[in-house]
């Protein structure tokens, strides 16, 4: 299958969710599947800069492919980064070099567009797959499912709008 292939492949099975809290928990569970990257490539020249969240990146030839294996400390990040390994891993890396990560402008456009709405009220989390917010607390209970425990929440008035 080639990049493109898998990258339509991605966004085919995405399209198949009407709710986003669906295509969080979907993309969860994705994170819960990367290959994970053995320990001894866990360190600083392997870590992405940049990043929020920390996220390990390790490549290794097999034969003429290269193959990718990931790991992060944040459960979407994580799902995001199985998705890109999906896509790349077991290409040349010729093919990674040419291939066209559009679906990822995308990502960013969408979410450059999110950054730009004035929200009504606060802790509002924006669906830019429906375009209409969501409730904060939703996504914080997906969240307590995954890691199986309840969150702590505190509460503070001198929080810029749209920071957690």
Excluded at 94 to 104: G, K, L, R, V
Aim: charged share 30%; with cysteine; hydrophobic share 40%.
């Amino acid at each position: 299958m080639t990049i493109k292939e898998k990258s339509q492949s991605v966004v085919d099975e995405f399209a198949i969710f009407d709710d986003w809290m669906d295509k969080y928990a979907y993309l969860i569970e994705l994170g819960k599947e990367l290959p994970i990257i053995d320990e001894k490539f866990k360190n600083d020249s392997h870590l992405i800069t940049g990043c929020q969240s920390r996220v390990w990146l390790h490549a290794d030839y097999d034969e003429d492919n290269v193959v990718f294996t990931a790991d992060s400390d944040a459960v979407i990040t994580k799902g995001i980064i199985s998705l890109l390994i999906r896509v790349m891993s077991d290409a040349t890396p010729s093919e990674i070099f040419n291939a066209d990560f559009t679906f990822i402008d995308d990502v960013i456009n969408g979410i450059m567009k999110v950054i730009q709405i004035k929200f009504k009220k606060n802790y509002e989390v924006l669906n830019i797959g429906k375009g209409k917010p969501d409730k904060l607390m939703d996504l914080i209970t997906l969240l307590e499912k995954y890691y199986k425990k309840k969150f702590i929440i505190k509460y503070t008035n001198n929080v810029p709008l749209g920071d957690i």
